[in-house]
């Protein structure tokens, strides 16, 4: 019988495995291939979210740096843009738990009752449904948090000030961590793709919540939080910058990858 009340994952089989198994080995050694470096807790990820084979070595690297903080964090509250239905807003899902192929993934009930009191928030399954640039994370998310709750978020277009009130209500404590999910350049030539991708960098590592679709996919959620976190005085880190032609793809068009870690003071 189906749950209606449970998601089910919609990209399952085209953007990772379908199999258990074999979609935590693969994250496993996504994970066991991410460079080495300095432990320290972020409070915030931004990570890419395209099919694994491309952007999974680079969603890794930001997800290692979890492993320290696993056991404390609770709660994921995870924003990411609309690809398939157009928005105005944000959306949170009229459901109470996400599956994927590791399990099911309760949501964070109250805080979606929370959200839903601000103006721009709006509460629908319809941009959820097929959305994988939310669904994506949760694969990974499971691996190196085990048990969490979620609230997901799939945001359109909308003011960063409206998604950093959302961000700022439900900051938390050590227990919530926050994911923005975007990619960053889009179809331009290997090279063209670099140089954009550097200077979309450095607008992250200096606060700057002015990013365009052009530079950034997810540039609604990822604006917000780059306000919320200049209010917060955070301190952000590039962990890894690519694309598609250095992970599985041509290099005549290809998807910009960014992982950045934000971390308070």
């Not at 691996?143 to 359109?156: N, S």
Request: overall charge negative.
């Amino acid at each position: 019988m189906v749950d209606l009340d449970v998601r089910r994952p919609a990209v399952a089989g085209m953007f990772y495995p379908m199999e258990a198994g074999l979609l935590a080995r693969q994250i496993d050694e996504f994970l066991a291939r991410s460079p080495r470096g300095v432990e320290r807790r972020p409070k915030a990820l931004v990570v890419p979210h395209a099919g694994y084979v491309y952007s999974g070595p680079v969603a890794a690297s930001a997800y290692r740096l979890l492993s320290e903080a696993a056991e404390s964090i609770q709660r994921v509250v995870l924003l990411g843009p609309s690809h398939y239905v157009p928005l105005t807003g944000m959306t949170v899902p009229d459901s109470r738990a996400f599956d994927t192929p590791l399990g099911r993934i309760p949501l964070d009930l109250a805080g979606i009752q929370r959200v839903l009191t601000l103006d721009a928030v709006n509460l629908g399954d319809e941009a959820h449904r097929r959305e994988h640039s939310l669904e994506v994370q949760l694969p990974f998310l499971q691996r190196c948090l085990g048990e969490f709750m979620l609230l997901p978020v799939v945001v359109g277009a909308c003011e960063p000030q409206q998604v950093a009130e959302l961000i700022d209500s439900e900051w938390g404590d050590q227990e919530t961590l926050l994911v923005i999910s975007t990619d960053l350049s889009h179809y331009q030539s290997y090279d063209q793709a670099r140089e954009a991708d550097r200077l979309t960098a450095g607008h992250i590592l200096s606060l700057q919540p002015d990013l365009s679709g052009n530079q950034a996919c997810g540039c609604y959620a990822l604006n917000g939080l780059l306000l919320a976190a200049r209010r917060h005085a955070m301190e952000v880190a590039t962990i890894d910058l690519r694309n598609s032609g250095d992970t599985a793809g041509p290099a005549d068009r290809v998807v910009g990858y960014g992982a950045f870690a934000l971390y308070e003071a």
